[in-house]
């Protein structure tokens, strides 16, 4: 694998995972723990006589650690994974509980919507690492503000 890195005139891919912690970072960390207790507390009396309401909480849950953990992190590949992976457990967690048709067609029209986006994000992010050989916010903060902008760019 060392070598085919080696003979590529990509270079060695490296990403490096890790937490930033700063004043816009705190105030999300804010904002997200009250936006999910308010989700968390109306959920009880709306899925108070539903069957599977441990699935649903736990999928929630899950969907919290995973939106803290964007807000948390210093990279954008971390970033699309968490968010990929948040919004498809949580989606598809609903599914079998939707017994309408016209729901069931939400589910999945609402699915295939996010999936799209994923995509997107995702290309999005591969342009960034092409221009700026890395994941990380603050490489490519810096980089844009000393100038360097991608694909000959002019800064406005």
Known sequence: MG?????????????????MI???????LVVVCTVSSLV???SIGYMHNDIRYGRYYAYLGLFTFSM?????????FHNVCLLGISRFEFVSAYRPLVRKKISLRCVEKAFIVTR???VGMFIGILILFTAYHSFRFDVIF???RSGQIPFGSEWC
């Open 116 to 118: 799209i986006g994923d």
């Open 68 to 76: 803290l953990g964007i807000v948390l992190t210093n990279n954008f």
């Open 40 to 42: 968390h507390l109306f």
């Open 142 to 144: 810096e980089a844009i």
């Open 3 to 19: 070598q085919f890195w080696k003979r590529s005139r990509i270079g060695e891919l490296k990403i490096e995972l890790g937490m």
């Open 22 to 28: 700063d004043n816009v970072t705190a105030i999300m």
